[in-house]
């Protein structure tokens, strides 16, 4: 198995967020940023698994290394689940954070609270050269906010209550996110499976 991994991702948070939750594996970690040759990835899939495996193996392919890649969705029900896997383009190709969850909020106005209802997906992907893609998926159940709340995270962890907790995912530390977050579980998943073919690989 390879002692290094890339992180197919040139999302500072979302970088630090993954390589924080795979610290404890005795593998180097690498984002594109240390491959700066090799091109973005579209994201054209129509779920967040086709994503994660497309831009997993193209980045396991232009460098022959172990690449992760993960993709996020958030289903809203009362919008009859968007905006899916479209949740990071929300409100249009080059929109920010911050345009995403006004888009969001706006769209929801006037919806009670026991109405806003939502999950976070995250569908991880391991590819390797030569090797069959393995896939990992982590879910979280919440609420959409009326206005955003916190000052940490990203995306829309702002807008999204974690009801257990009594906080929105951007009110949290990054530890406790890490404990708790769709990602968090998708990446334990991730995690065990590395170990587990390291510990193979040593037998």
């Not at 009362?78 to 409100?91: I, K, S």
């Not at 888009?103 to 590819?127: I, N, S, W």
């Amino acid at each position: 198995m390879h002692r290094e991994l890339v992180l197919a991702t040139r999302n500072r948070h979302k970088g630090e967020e993954l390589a924080a939750l795979l610290a404890d594996l005795p593998i180097r970690i690498r984002t594109m940023d240390d491959f700066p040759e090799v091109p973005d990835v579209v994201e054209d899939g129509a779920t967040c698994e086709a994503n994660a495996i497309k831009k997993a193996r193209a980045v396991s392919e232009a460098t022959g290394l172990l690449a992760i890649a993960d993709d996020t969705g958030l289903e809203v029900d009362a919008l009859a689940g968007r905006p899916g896997v479209y949740a990071a383009r929300y409100a249009g190709p080059k929109a920010t954070y911050e345009d995403n969850c006004k888009k969001l909020l706006q769209e929801l106005t006037g919806v009670p609270r026991d109405r806003r209802t939502a999950r976070f997906m995250t569908v991880a992907a391991v590819a390797a050269p030569s090797r069959a893609v393995e896939v990992a998926t982590g879910w979280l159940d919440g609420f959409i906010t009326e206005e955003p709340a916190g000052a940490r995270g990203f995306g829309y962890d702002p807008v999204f209550y974690v009801p257990e907790l009594g906080k929105t995912l951007a009110e949290l530390s990054s530890e406790e996110k890490n404990r708790i977050s769709h990602r968090a579980k998708a990446f334990a998943q991730v995690r065990n499976l590395l170990h587990n073919r390291l510990q193979s690989q040593r037998s």
